[in-house]
């Protein structure tokens, strides 16, 4: 089966310019996760979903960040207002279920912002 | 303090030889899990091997093992009998509160070691 795919793979925005970032988990899995790698500060972890629903969104690094996923399938993160520090490759991942199972990762999409 | 460590930013291995990637974590949990990860220049995380700290065995996956010494809370990567595509970062991650089912339930990866494997 497809494993997890994300949208657009790169994506080179003006400072100030909303920016959304797709992604579809594999199917079946009902936890979605959220990611950001950077040179800076390694790999940090955002957010997640169970269905739905994100029960913690304290792990977003600012009120211009939001996410949401519609049908326990496709999520999107949403930046507004980007800055040059929210150039990143954000990673999406998803799970079975949440507790221990892997995590499977998307390839990403990089974000330029200028 | 840092939740995981990697104390190798990078290594050199000649091909065909054994390595071992280091990592020790911190917590005061007793119910998490350990993973690694590689990340090839590609840049796609590609998941390789999962230690539950309740596990008794040492986890396997093909020439992958994991070293785990839970007293001493370092859970080693060791490559067998490495090859030119092993060349890449590999993260060590933890995810802690699993008998909880709540927490944090993201993974808190370490900074990475570079591996490159030489002909």
């Known amino acids: 089966g497809a494993g997890v795919s994300q949208s657009p793979s790169n994506k080179v925005t003006e400072k100030g310019k909303d920016v959304e970032l797709r992604c579809d988990p594999i199917?079946?899995?009902?936890?979605l996760y959220w990611y950001r790698q950077s040179l800076g500060q390694g790999l940090e972890f955002l957010i997640y979903?169970?269905?739905?629903?994100?029960?913690?969104k304290s792990g977003l690094p600012s009120d211009r960040f939001s996410a949401e996923r519609t049908g326990g399938s496709v999520s999107t993160l949403t930046i507004q207002r980007t800055q040059q520090e929210d150039s990143a490759v954000y990673l999406c991942?998803?799970?079975?279920?949440?507790?221990?199972?892997?995590?499977?990762f998307g390839p990403g999409t990089r974000l330029t912002v200028l | 303090a840092q939740k995981i460590t990697q104390t190798q930013p990078g290594m050199f291995v000649q091909e065909k030889e054994a390595v071992t990637l280091d990592c020790t974590y911190d917590?005061?949990?007793?119910?998490?899990?350990l993973f690694w990860y590689k990340q090839p220049s590609s840049g796609e995380m590609i998941f390789l091997i999962y230690q539950g700290s309740y596990d008794q065995q040492n986890a396997t996956e093909g020439r992958y093992s994991l070293n785990f010494q839970k007293a001493r809370k370092s859970a080693n990567l060791v490559i067998s009998a490495s090859q030119l595509g092993d060349s890449a970062m590999y993260f060590c991650a933890m995810r802690e509160g699993l008998d909880s089912g709540g927490g944090a339930d993201g993974l808190t990866f370490g900074k990475g070691t570079h591996l490159i494997i030489q002909p």
């Open positions: 991942a998803s799970s079975l279920v949440r507790g221990g199972d892997t995590q499977y």
């Open positions: 979903f169970q269905g739905n629903s994100a029960p913690d």
């Open positions: 199917s079946g899995h009902t936890a």
């Open positions: 917590t005061s949990d007793p119910s998490y899990g």
